[in-house]
């Protein structure tokens, strides 16, 4: 007779929708449910909706509410993983929630809370692009650029959890300035945003027609996709643009390179999923041309695999790791 | 009757001496002996001396070899610690030299070799500025930048040993030439040579007078004490420089604050030395500008107290922990 099988149950608490999914013992997704978070943000009104969607990832997958082990929950922002509390969320109503504590009184069963971008990285580590190395440097430019880090094996968070801000690493001293106040931050050099901040004022100039066909002057209007497209059109503003911010995401990862001396930097997040290939190629190339050489050979570069699912099993991987 | 008491003793085979000295459990230094290198540079040259520096220390200590327990060798450049090898040295002439090896084979005790900045900084933890820390950041400006890290109070050397190269970490894309051949790294911003490279031209037009009598323009006689003097006298080209060092040395730090969550950042090295606590808190106070707060406000910042004596107790802590 075979030992019981253990269920774990990831969830992705994100600015706009929350995702659930059910995973067995290896990780392989048995169900999951997905719900916009809707206009109702508070403390009270996200945990309702949680508990709401992790019943029915738990009906999708089959699988009793008793028979799972352990939940993670993976959120944006700062929070306090030791307590379990959601400090703030910068695009959700949350404000030091203790989010573990209450959910794990609702559902009767262990919750484990850490940051989306750690997670993430984590999921990467034990079920993607990560596996079998041990010395890992998550980036994921999109929005904003979020860093992860696997140091010896495991997720590295510093003395109070907040390590592996590698977006807001200065590479350029009174450079860009960044959505965090600062300036010259590898955020505001690489991130969909540095890009789209160009873009806009091309687009005006008409500089940029294959952009401003799409999205105008609209800076909310050029995301990924439209970047992408008019990239592989050639549109040679944005050739020009999308090359200088994969070259200084390359002097990102060379910086990560001299100070962790990692095996592996493992490229995701929205605008890689779109650019693809050849966009970490040029990165890569960067990283090569300004790492220390006795270093940077060790270095392999790969993109993300899991997409948005890196998150909820980074989360699952966590909380099963944590109760047992 | 008392335990029988451990000896262990630390090397610091620097650019031009060679330094020895023999401690007690709590790192209390019993005796010492110090040497020029010498001409003779090569492997066995330098093994010889070695010998010989160690031999001297333990008579100035009244320990015998017999009594020794570890030896602990610090090094500049890379080393391949698990197997006790220097792989090169820049000032040296050594190669591929398996030194533990061969030390411990010629004076029968265990041998531990370990980078000089790395072994600094483990001093300072075990023993200075950095005691009762976990998370801690050591920045050492001089002729170069070192940095050595200590996460979840440990050593840290990354898959090959090489973490912490800090002093490479590109602050300024396509900024000023580093040594190793980067453009913009914070050693090019903020290590003695990045200020003495301005003061040779400074010195040449007249402009930095005080400088000048000192020094020329020759740039190698533009030493940590010569700026020194100039600073506290308030050559203003002097101070205006010595402040962009201590600025661009500040955003290092900040760097360091938002990727590695430190709780203290020791801050040492022969510029500091000299320049002190009116250096350090003007790099603190850029460093508090350009950090995340809610990183920043967990982090002390604090000088080496240890001197050139941190290396040799890093170096015998480090050979100690390893053979027990």
């Known amino acids: ?22 995973f067995d013992e290896a990780y392989a997704p048995l169900g999951r449910a997905k719900e916009k978070v809707g206009k109702s943000r508070d403390n009270e009104a996200v945990l309702e909706k949680m508990v709401e969607v992790i019943g029915d990832a738990l009906d999708d997958a089959g699988v009793k509410r008793g028979e799972i082990s352990a939940i993670g929950i993976a959120c944006p922002g700062p929070v306090d993983f030791e307590n379990g509390v959601v400090l703030e969320t910068p695009n959700l109503g949350l404000e030091n929630f203790p989010i573990r504590d209450r959910l794990s009184a609702d559902l009767d069963v262990p919750v484990f809370l850490e940051n989306d971008v750690n997670a993430g990285t984590y999921g990467e580590y034990v079920s993607g692009a990560g596996r079998g190395f041990r010395h890992i440097v998550g980036l994921f430019p999109g929005t904003g650029l979020g860093g992860g880090l696997i140091l010896d094996g ?7 959890g907040g390590a592996g801000e590698i977006g807001h690493m200065i590479i350029q001293v009174d450079g860009r300035r960044c959505g965090c106040g600062q300036y010259g931050c590898l955020e505001a050099m690489a991130s969909r945003t540095a ?7 091309l687009s005006t100039t008409g500089s940029a027609p294959a952009v401003y066909k799409k999205a105008g002057s609209d800076f909310a209007a050029i995301k ?27 002097i990102g990862m060379a ?3 001299n100070v962790f001396n990692p095996e592996l930097i493992i490229i995701g997040g929205g605008l890689v999923e779109k650019l693809g290939a050849p966009y970490i190629e040029k990165a890569e190339s960067a990283m090569r041309e300004h790492a220390m050489g006795r ?30």
């Open 154 to 160: 495991r997720l590295f968070r510093g003395a109070t």
């Open 195 to 201: 890009i789209a901040k160009d873009l806009v004022a």
């Open 1 to 22: 007779m075979g030992k019981k099988q253990d269920y774990f149950v990831g969830v992705d608490l994100g600015g706009t929708k929350l995702l659930a999914v059910v």
């Open 295 to 324: 270093l940077v050979s060790i270095v392999h570069v790969k993109q993300a695999e899991l997409g948005d699912d890196s998150t909820v099993i980074g989360a699952a991987a966590l909380a099963r790791e944590h109760q047992s």
């Open 224 to 250: 990924s996709s439209v970047i992408d497209k008019a990239w592989r059109d050639g549109e040679p503003a944005v050739v020009d643009l999308v090359d200088r911010a994969a070259r200084h995401l390359g």
């Open 255 to 257: 910086n990560c390179v």
